[in-house]
């Protein structure tokens, strides 16, 4: 099988050289090809521009002098790769380094803008590192987050950008996930967990000792945004305290009370919210539904921000930096069938300069709309999902792949998804179902999945299913079934339980025990296991239940052909678990197709790394569905 993989993916890529003309196949390397530039950020006074460009199949650093145009290559890696970079002042930027390794070791640097000066601040590191505070305090310190003192929690440091030297500003007492600081660079809030409550912390000033605010369970969000900076004590947030939606509301921060709410809405979900430090105010919040939405919260920030939705009309944007007087902006944009572009925009004159294309083999003309859809579960639960059907096919008996979305939590959203992309254009209609216990439908139906991974989180997917076969939309004996993640997991449940709806069904670094996965947990998570414990299941006291719910114990089962993949560097992965049961199917004779992929930080590799993925998967797609 391994020999026939191979030779199909060199096949596939000498015709992936072809430019495709109407009617005929898009390569598959089209699909998932790896950007030229990405990553960009603008300088604080508006004057530069950096971004990630690939060089020799290594990203570096550039940065370009936006008055002439002029570029300067900072680094030239012949190792490691950049994880992320950022201005630090106007003249410094600040890069973070990993290699392949599960260890993900890591270096970073400081570096002036013109390529001078290059101090390294610490040298092939295991610790992971978070920026709460990028901006120069003292033209010397940044504000970071890092577990170098205890793998299981993060303190707080101030990392001394001239000579690498890291003070501890906050020890973590063992129970702390996160840290903000306010908008001068002031640590003032620290969130703490037992795994199922999380307990708002909060200090006046830095000399003062940490007190409780509000304690809320997990299922209810309280999403720090940003301090006010007209009134003391006071705190912008997503809540959903005593509420099923998310709101933007004001906290009083001595209270623990809600000041004001600053926007709600019953059928709404507050997804994002936009504070302006240079106006002092939040701005507008998003929404998301089928789509996301911007809604404004004042008649200013209408009257600035909606230019740019005139000069992109029919495109979702966002902000993903701007200059400290905001008046220069990155904005990507994106729709269901283009994966968009980077803008520069310059409020002053109300233009738009293109940067760069995501992806410039995708042509939008042949590419399929993302539809909204919902339909009744089993038990009168209204479950919302998306279908892409096929270009030029009509909507009828249409071969189908369903794609459960990863988890827990999380859902599908509207926009460019290049997997989804790829299997419309190999004629198959694409299910997406935002199951119970999809976030960003409210807490109820969040908490609706709630140990249900083997019951009504499966039985959402199949009632989706067979909505598809009552539209007529789906032929019913070609329906494939395929995740990644968690939604590998569901797949593959779904897959041996329903013979009579799965042709077939395959698992990308899919969950197969859910014992295993639990002790995969990183160790700077540990402080959730509780909380999974509540969404998952507790392998002491659901020990019955979990061993029922994971397909690794069912391989007596399953009888429809399956495909599995699995990266051997994913420590959340137990590959010999997989290889074990990929065994236990082929003593029964399941004919299991299995391919390792590699998908680590260099983009080179992880563009390889998927393509070969995806023109095996198109091969057992064929040979299972297409050719019934």
């Not at 014992?515 to 998570?525: G, Q």
Request: charged share 25%; glycine share 6%; proline share 4%.
């Amino acid at each position: 099988m391994l020999k026939r993989i191979i030779l199909f993916v060199l096949v596939a890529s000498i015709w992936g050289c072809k430019n495709p003309q109407k009617g005929e196949t898009i390569p598959v390397d089209d699909f998932f090809k790896t950007f030229d530039k990405a990553y960009y950020h603008i300088s604080p006074d508006g004057k530069s521009l950096s971004y990630l460009k690939l060089q020799d199949k290594k990203l570096d650093l550039f940065v370009e002098n936006l008055a002439t145009g002029n570029s300067v290559q900072l680094t030239h890696l012949t190792e490691k790769t950049i994880s992320f970079h950022f201005w630090t002042s106007n003249n410094e930027l600040i890069y973070y380094t990993e290699d392949e390794s599960k260890d993900r070791r890591s270096d970073i640097f400081v570096i002036n803008k013109d390529g001078s000066k290059q101090v390294q601040l610490s040298a092939n590191e295991k610790t992971r590192l978070k920026v709460i505070e990028d901006q120069l305090i003292d033209d010397k310190y940044i504000i970071v987050a890092s577990n170098k003192r205890d793998s299981t929690v993060f303190d707080v440091y101030r990392l001394n950008v001239r000579n690498g030297q890291m003070d501890i500003a906050a020890k973590n007492p063992g129970n702390i996930t996160e840290w903000m600081t306010d908008n001068k660079g002031v640590l003032k809030i620290a969130v703490a967990s037992d795994g199922v409550n999380e307990t708002l912390l909060y200090r006046e000033n830095e000399n003062q000792s940490f007190q409780p605010v509000l304690t809320n369970n997990f299922e209810t969000t309280f999403q720090p945004v940003a301090f006010s900076e007209q009134e003391t004590n006071v705190l912008y947030a997503i809540s959903s305290v005593n509420r099923d939606k998310n709101a933007l509301v004001s906290l009083d921060l001595k209270t623990g009370k809600e000041k004001k709410v600053l926007f709600a809405n019953d059928t709404l979900n507050v997804v994002d919210a936009r504070y302006s430090k240079a106006q002092k105010k939040m701005l507008f919040v998003t929404c998301e539904t089928w789509k996301k939405e911007k809604f404004y919260l004042d008649n200013n920030s209408r009257d600035i921000y909606s230019k740019i939705d005139l000069l992109l009309p029919g495109s979702e944007w966002r902000i993903m930096d701007k200059d400290k007087m905001e008046k220069v902006f990155v904005i990507r944009t994106f729709t269901d069938k283009n994966p968009g572009s980077y803008y520069l925009y310059t409020a002053s004159e109300n233009k738009l300069k293109k940067l760069t294309d995501i992806n410039s083999s995708i042509k939008e003309d042949m590419m399929s709309d993302m539809k909204p859809i919902s339909f009744k579960s089993q038990d009168s639960l209204t479950i919302n999902g998306y279908l892409t059907l096929p270009r030029n096919k009509k909507a009828t008996n249409l071969p189908v792949v369903v794609l459960p979305h990863n988890g827990p939590g999380g859902r599908n959203s509207w926009g460019y998804n290049a997997e989804v992309q790829f299997l419309a254009s190999r004629g198959y209609a694409v299910l997406q179902v935002n199951y119970r216990g999809s976030t960003g439908y409210g807490k109820s139906f969040y908490a609706a999945g709630f140990k249900q991974w083997s019951d009504k989180i499966q039985e959402d997917v199949n009632d989706g299913v067979r909505w598809l076969v009552k539209q007529q939309i789906a032929n019913p004996k070609k329906v494939a079934i395929y995740g990644n993640g968690f939604g590998g997991y569901i797949a593959l449940n779904c897959l041996y339980k329903n013979p009579d709806l799965y042709s077939c069904g395959g698992s990308n670094s899919g969950v197969i025990n859910l014992f295993s996965y639990l002790k995969t947990i990183p160790p700077f998570l540990k402080s959730n296991l509780q909380m999974y414990y509540e969404i998952i299941g507790n392998p002491v006291t659901d020990t019955d239940y979990m061993r029922f719910a994971s397909p690794v114990f069912h391989a007596d089962r399953f009888k429809a052909p399956l495909f599995i993949a699995q990266n051997p560097k994913d420590p959340r992965v137990n590959v010999a678990e997989g290889v074990q049961f990929i065994k236990e199917l082929k003593k029964r004779n399941v004919p299991v197709t299995y391919i390792e992929k590699e998908e680590g930080p260099n983009p080179v590799l992880r563009q390889q790394g998927r393509a070969a993925l995806y023109k095996a998967l198109e091969e057992f797609l064929k040979t299972n569905l297409s050719k019934k």
